[in-house]
Structure formats: structure tokens, C-alpha cells
């Protein structure tokens, strides 16, 4: 069983990909977690010194290395990993994925507190931030929405998303 976690980020998909993981006793990953740990450096780094594009590429390796040398894992994708290189079809294809799936509004309170440790708004003010998470979600809903399953805000237990996992 490979289980993908998708959504935006600060959605919780590294909340829940633990608590699940130990739930079914699968290995947990964060692939951004893994990211900087196979280049040495966090991602606000890699960002800074090699760009993006350079990230992207790294994210989409790592996304496949773990992929094929794992039986069964979850995994908390970063929040652009399905918007790029196809990811979401090769992950449909490899496991189950699952939208975290959460209001704009609520993305703006957790990431106004989260900002200095992710590049792509840490420069940002609010209204800013407003404006650039309405504008991401909008460009990535496409890729979310063709998760295997969604997992709504008000759905977020344990008990929904087995039963969702389980059930579908």
C-alpha cells in the first residue's frame, strides 16, 4: 500500500501522513523532509541557490526513488509536487493519493505564522500572501482534484480517512 498525501501547503499533509503512518504501522515519509536531507541543505537553500526549476527536479527524483524502493509507505508530498513532471499521474499509478483539502481562509491563518520557513512566501506581506495563495490554489486545484480521494477540512479524523481509504 502506498498512500500520497496532496493538498496545498499547510493543509496538514505532514499532520496526518504521520498519524497515519503509525496508525498502519507504514513507514512515513515527507518527501520535502527527504529533499533536504539527499542535498544536505533545507529547501529555502536550495531555493536560494539553485532555483525552482533545479527543486522541482530534485522533488520529482526523490518522489521516484522512494516510490520504487518502498513496498508501502505514506507519503506527504509538498504542496507543487503534483503540478509538476506528471507527478500526479505517476503517483495514481504507484499507490492512492489523497487531497488534504482546505479552505483559503485556513491556509491564511496557519501560513502567516509559517512564512519564514517556506521560500516561496517568506518575502510576502499579508495581503500578499492572500493574494498568493488564492492565485496557487487556483493554478493547482486541477492537480488536487484528480486525488484518488478528498479529505474535506470537516472530515479530518482518523476514522474519515480510513474509512475513505478503506471503503472508496
Known amino acids: ?25 507504514l513507514p512515513f515519509f515527507d518527501l520535502d523532509e527527504q529533499v533536504e536531507s539527499s ?6 537553500r536550495i531555493f536560494a541557490e539553485d532555483g525552482e526549476e533545479y527543486f522541482r527536479l530534485l522533488e520529482k527524483d526523490t518522489l521516484h526513488i522512494l516510490t520504487e524502493s518502498h513496498d508501502s509507505f505514506v507519503m506527504a508530498t509538498g504542496g507543487g509536487t503534483p503540478c509538476y513532471f ?21 491556509l491564511f491563518e496557519r501560513l502567516l505564522n509559517e512564512k519564514n520557513n517556506r521560500p516561496l512566501i517568506k518575502e510576502l506581506n499579508d495581503a500578499q500572501l492572500k493574494s498568493f495563495i488564492i492565485k496557487k490554489f487556483s493554478d493547482r486545484k ?12 470537516e472530515d479530518k479524523s482518523m ?10
Request: cysteine-free; charged content about 25%; proline content about 3%.
Open 39 to 44: 542535498e544536505g541543505k533545507p529547501i529555502n
Open 142 to 153: 486541477i492537480y488536487y482534484e484528480q486525488a484518488d480521494l478528498v479529505v474535506d477540512e
Open 86 to 106: 506528471n507527478n500526479i499521474e505517476y503517483m495514481k499509478k504507484a499507490g492512492t493519493t489523497v487531497w488534504i483539502n482546505t479552505p483559503v481562509e485556513l
Open 159 to 168: 476514522d474519515i480517512i480510513l474509512n475513505k481509504l478503506f471503503h472508496a
Open 1 to 25: 500500500m502506498k498512500i500520497f498525501l496532496i493538498g496545498f501547503m499547510g493543509s496538514g499533509k505532514t499532520y496526518w501522513g504521520r498519524l497515519l503512518g503509525e496508525k498502519l504501522r
